[in-house]
């Protein structure tokens, strides 16, 4: 009796040590000072056609939509894959944002996705992330709204492309 007394003693011993090396462990990990990864802050969280068009965007809808920048995919989409596509089906979706949320005030559920397209998008890589992202707003039902050359465009014409994706989403 004594030495199953003592035998769960040593093993409780045993399991705090590891819990204390293990938790020691987790925080040099987190804290260590002389981690490989260097981070600094950036001055900005848009460029700033992105700032400006963020701006006037809010002014355009005049509170009718709360507008978010830059949200991922995965916040809009879930992913229903099964079997062996399910980690493949997030993969797409994991890392890619739009440009621009526009949303119900009330209910913040997302309403259109919009895109600022540069000359980034003009590449073959470009395409090929822009067809992915056209790919699953569709499939989710989220109008897509595309802008180039915002700086040319009026309110007017940008009211124009939310009327014009709001009718063919309808249709």
Known sequence: MESMLFLGFVVVII???VAIKSKVSRE????APHSPYKYVHKPYIMTAS??????????I???RYVVFPQIHLSSLATNMTL???????????NRRSVDYIL???ETLQAVYAVELDDRTHDTEKGRAVDALKTEILQQIGLPLVRFRDVQAMND???????ETAHK???E
Do not use: C, M, W
């Open 83 to 93: 079997g062996n596509y399910r980690k493949a089906g997030f993969q797409r979706i």
């Open 156 to 162: 007017q014409d940008i009211i124009h492309a939310f």
């Open 28 to 31: 040099s990990v987190v804290l």
């Open 61 to 63: 809808t005049q509170g």
């Open 168 to 170: 063919q989403g309808v």
């Open 103 to 105: 949303a119900d005030p």
């Open 50 to 59: 992105e700032a400006a068009f963020y701006k006037r965007l809010q002014d």
């Open 15 to 17: 399991a705090i040590v």
